[in-house]
């Protein structure tokens, strides 16, 4: 089992940053795929971006790339997002979620795990 409690969201200008967290229980931490998703309201829950177990490889989608950078410390057993040139479309709750098994990094079905989300707020 695996807890995940994200935090860092809040209010921002466009243009600013946020570093959002998820610091996850279990000593298995550095074995799962780590992945962060958002979801606006009245719109379906969108992949943003996923970190491997060695933080090797990292792949974003295509709305946030350039300008999100998903890291992780498994010392800390904490995974990151840092935001920066941040748009009112990124206006979302941001989720982190956890899969140990592995699969389509962009599907939400991959992931075993997942926190409470935290809100990100853009204002133009």
């Known amino acids: 089992q695996v807890q995940l409690v994200e935090s860092g969201g809040g209010l921002v200008q466009a243009g600013g940053s946020l570093r959002l967290s998820c610091a996850a229980s279990?000593?298995?931490?550095?074995?799962?795929?780590m992945g962060w998703f958002r979801q606006a309201p009245g719109k379906e829950r969108e992949f943003v971006a996923t970190?491997?177990?060695?933080?090797?490889?990292?792949h974003y989608s295509d709305s946030v790339k350039g300008r999100f950078t998903i890291s992780r410390d498994n010392a800390k057993n904490t995974v990151y997002l840092q935001m920066n040139s941040l748009k009112p479309e990124d206006t979302a709750v941001y989720y982190c979620?956890?899969?140990?098994?592995?699969?389509?990094?962009?599907?939400?079905?991959?992931?075993?795990?997942w926190g409470q989300g935290t809100q990100v707020t853009v204002s133009s």
């Open positions: 279990g000593r298995t931490f550095r074995s799962y795929v």
């Open positions: 979620a956890a899969s140990l098994l592995g699969g389509p990094y962009s599907d939400y079905r991959t992931y075993d795990y």
């Open positions: 970190i491997t177990w060695s933080g090797s490889s990292t």
